[in-house]
Antibody
Framework: QVTLKESGPVLVKPTETLTLTCTVS??????????VSWVRQPPGKALEWLAH???????SYSTSLKSRLTISKDTSKSQVVLTMTNTDPVDTATYFC????????????????????WGQGTTVTVSS | DIQMTQSPSSLSASVGDRVTITCRAS??????LNWYQQKPGKAPKLLIY???SLESGVPSRFSGGGSGTDFTLAISSLQPEDFATYYC?????????FGQGTKLEIK
C-alpha cells in the first residue's frame, strides 16, 4: 500500500524558514518513474502547485516561489523535504505531498501523469 | 506559466443530472490534463489523467475529453457523493498549474 505523510510545524513566525517533510512508504524514492510533488491550499482557496522532485535529481519549482523554495530527498529515510524561506502570513495554508508518475519523454522533455496518491495534508499558520 | 481556466466556478445540480465542467489552457498542452475531486477537509483525489484515462477505482460515470487547449469533465448521473470541488491541472510543462476550481453543489 502506497502512503505519504506530511509533517512540520503548526505555527511559524513571519520571516522564519518553514521545513516540511513528506515520508513515503509502499514505493521507492529510487524508482526513476516515481517522484513527489508539493501542493498547498490557503483556507477557502484553490490548490497551488509548489514543486516536484524526481530520483534523477530533477527538481522544478513554482515560478512565483522559486527563490524561496528548496526541495530535496533523503532516500535512506524515504523522505522528501520542502523548505520555504522568509515566510509571510500569506503562506498560511494546508500543505500536501503527493506521488507523481513520470509518463515518458516527448522530444527529450519529460511529461507526467497525475498525482495519484496524496498525503492527508499538514496545516501551517504563519503568524507572529 | 500556462494558465488554466475552469468554467463555471460553481454549479448547482440534482442527483441524477448529467453535468459538464470545462477547462481551458492558455496554450496547447496536448493531452496532459488531469482532473481531481476534493471534498471539504480532505486531500484531492485523482479522477482522470491524460485527459481521458480513468484512474483505477473511479466510477465509470466520470469521463474526460479534449486535447490541445479545451477539455471537459463529465459526470453522467450525479450521485450524492459527487458534490465536491473539482480541479483541472496541466502536467505538460512545469510549473504544473491548477485551475481555480469548480464547486458542484446540490440544487
Amino acid at each position: 500500500q502506497v502512503t505519504l505523510k506530511e509533517s512540520g510545524p503548526v505555527l511559524v513566525k513571519p520571516t522564519e524558514t518553514l521545513t516540511l517533510t513528506c515520508t513515503v512508504s509502499g514505493f521507492s524514492l529510487s524508482n526513476l518513474r516515481m517522484g513527489v510533488s508539493w501542493v498547498r491550499q490557503p483556507p477557502g482557496k484553490a490548490l497551488e502547485w509548489l514543486a516536484h522532485f524526481f530520483p534523477n535529481d530533477e527538481k522544478s519549482y513554482s515560478t512565483s516561489l522559486k527563490s524561496r523554495l528548496t526541495i530535496s530527498k533523503d532516500t535512506s529515510k524515504s523522505q522528501v523535504v520542502l523548505t520555504m524561506t522568509n515566510t509571510d502570513p500569506v503562506d498560511t495554508a494546508t500543505y500536501f505531498c503527493a506521488r507523481t508518475t513520470l509518463g515518458g519523454y516527448r522530444y527529450g522533455i519529460p511529461y507526467y501523469y497525475g498525482m495519484d496518491v496524496w498525503g492527508q495534508g499538514t496545516t501551517v499558520t504563519v503568524s507572529s | 506559466d500556462i494558465q488554466m481556466t475552469q468554467s463555471p466556478s460553481s454549479l448547482s445540480a440534482s442527483v441524477g443530472d448529467r453535468v459538464t465542467i470545462t477547462c481551458r489552457a492558455s496554450q496547447s498542452i496536448s493531452s496532459y490534463l488531469n482532473w481531481y475531486q476534493q471534498k471539504p477537509g480532505k486531500a484531492p483525489k485523482l479522477l482522470i489523467y491524460s485527459a481521458s484515462s480513468l484512474e483505477s477505482g473511479v466510477p465509470s460515470r466520470f469521463s474526460g475529453g479534449g486535447s490541445g487547449t479545451d477539455f471537459t469533465l463529465a459526470i453522467s448521473s450525479l450521485q450524492p457523493e459527487d458534490f465536491a470541488t473539482y480541479y483541472c491541472q496541466q502536467s505538460y510543462s512545469t510549473p504544473h498549474t491548477f485551475g481555480q476550481g469548480t464547486k458542484l453543489e446540490i440544487k
